[in-house]
């Protein structure tokens, strides 16, 4: 009989398969959060229609929440791996919701250099990055429950 008919337990791969280098823990909201600067550098009126496809308009801030919405789905595929341990790659989603909370609300305290993070679609885009960590986490804790208890019986 082969080991695996005696029981032995599932095994754990931390990061088997994963991309190497440290931009695994890279946030995408960072680049969500750098595309969020650049706009409000460049577009003066955020709520104009910025693209028009064919009746459709969307503004900036509507094509950035889209964008935001998309990578928190994609950020959710970092964790979603069974067997996987990518607790660092969950808590660093957190830790970027984290930066984009503080910079709101330094911002809504009127503190001159945050200025422009005291906005309706920084405050939304951050609600997003936040909520998509706290679903990170809960993914990658399930994930690795379930790993963990397949050779439990």
Same mark, same amino acid.
């Given at each position: 009989?082969? %080991? #695996?008919?005696?029981?032995?337990?599932? #095994?754990?791969?931390?990061?088997?398969? !994963?991309?190497?280098? !440290?931009?695994?823990?890279?946030?995408?909201? +960072?680049?969500? &959060?750098? +595309?969020? =600067? @650049?706009?409000?550098?460049?577009?003066?009126?955020?709520?104009?229609?910025? @693209?028009? &496809?064919?009746?459709?308009?969307?503004?900036?801030?509507?094509?950035?929440?889209?964008?935001?919405?998309?990578?928190? +789905?994609?950020?959710?595929?970092?964790?979603? #791996?069974?067997?996987?341990?990518?607790?660092? %790659?969950?808590?660093?989603? =957190?830790?970027?919701?984290? @930066?984009?909370?503080?910079?709101? =609300?330094?911002?809504?305290?009127?503190?001159?250099?945050?200025?422009? *993070?005291?906005?309706?679609?920084? +405050?939304?885009?951050? *609600?997003?990055?936040?909520? !998509?960590?706290?679903?990170?986490?809960?993914?990658?804790?399930?994930?690795?429950?379930?790993?963990?208890?397949?050779?439990?019986?």
């Amino acid at each position: 009989m082969s %080991e #695996h008919a005696h029981g032995e337990s599932a #095994h754990l791969d931390v990061h088997a398969g !994963a991309p190497g280098g !440290a931009f695994r823990y890279v946030p995408w909201f +960072l680049f969500v &959060l750098i +595309l969020y =600067v @650049i706009g409000r550098t460049v577009i003066s009126e955020p709520r104009m229609p910025f @693209i028009s &496809l064919g009746a459709y308009q969307l503004s900036w801030v509507e094509v950035l929440l889209l964008c935001a919405s998309v990578i928190a +789905l994609i950020e959710q595929m970092k964790v979603s #791996h069974p067997g996987i341990d990518n607790t660092m %790659e969950a808590l660093s989603m =957190v830790g970027m919701g984290v @930066i984009q909370l503080i910079l709101f =609300v330094l911002g809504a305290a009127k503190v001159h250099a945050f200025g422009m *993070f005291s906005s309706t679609e920084f +405050l939304m885009q951050t *609600f997003i990055s936040l909520a !998509a960590a706290v679903v990170a986490i809960l993914i990658n804790a399930r994930t690795l429950r379930r790993t963990i208890g397949v050779g439990d019986n």
